[in-house]
């Protein structure tokens, strides 16, 4: 079991989200699903009037990794502080998670890239660590958008 697993705030559209990292990610399921009570007598607040019966949260696995989805409201909004690391085999790996990840090309920078859902990663090579000792390559890392491993 992991003992620490990241909590996602998404603005209603968790189930889409989820359902988008499950198709992007190998070894990837839903575990289980919670809705929002339907009535008051079930727990529902006043507030949470228009969610009733709606997905409430998601727990799902990305590759082996725990995390929960949840679906509220537009009160918290994803930035680039937290971020999620894809350590990356090869170029070919790299290539494909930024191709399926990247869609705000404003926000790529260094390997870092931001999904459809406002979340941030960093598709970055396995052995990065031991590419950046080598000279010049974090001149060369800051110059790049999508992370060139032959330029390292």
Not at 93 to 100: H, L, T
Not at 115 to 129: E, H, I, K, R, Y
């Amino acid at each position: 079991m992991q003992h620490i697993a990241p909590n996602l705030w998404f603005d209603g559209n968790a189930d889409e989200a989820v359902a988008y990292y499950i198709s992007v990610f190998p070894n990837s399921s839903v575990v289980s699903t919670q809705t929002y009570p339907e009535t008051a007598e079930d727990g529902l607040a006043d507030f949470q009037q228009d969610m009733a019966g709606k997905t409430l949260s998601i727990d799902f696995e990305l590759n082996g990794m725990s995390f929960t989805a949840i679906n509220a409201g537009p009160e918290f909004s994803f930035t680039e502080a937290i971020s999620f690391a894809i350590n990356c085999a090869d170029q070919e790996e790299i290539d494909f998670y930024w191709q399926a990840l990247s869609k705000f090309p404003e926000s790529e920078q260094c390997g870092w890239c931001k999904d459809q859902f406002g979340l941030s990663w960093q598709v970055v090579p396995a052995n990065m660590t031991e590419l950046m000792k080598r000279p010049r390559a974090y001149a060369h890392m800051m110059e790049m958008k999508k992370l060139q491993i032959s330029d390292l």
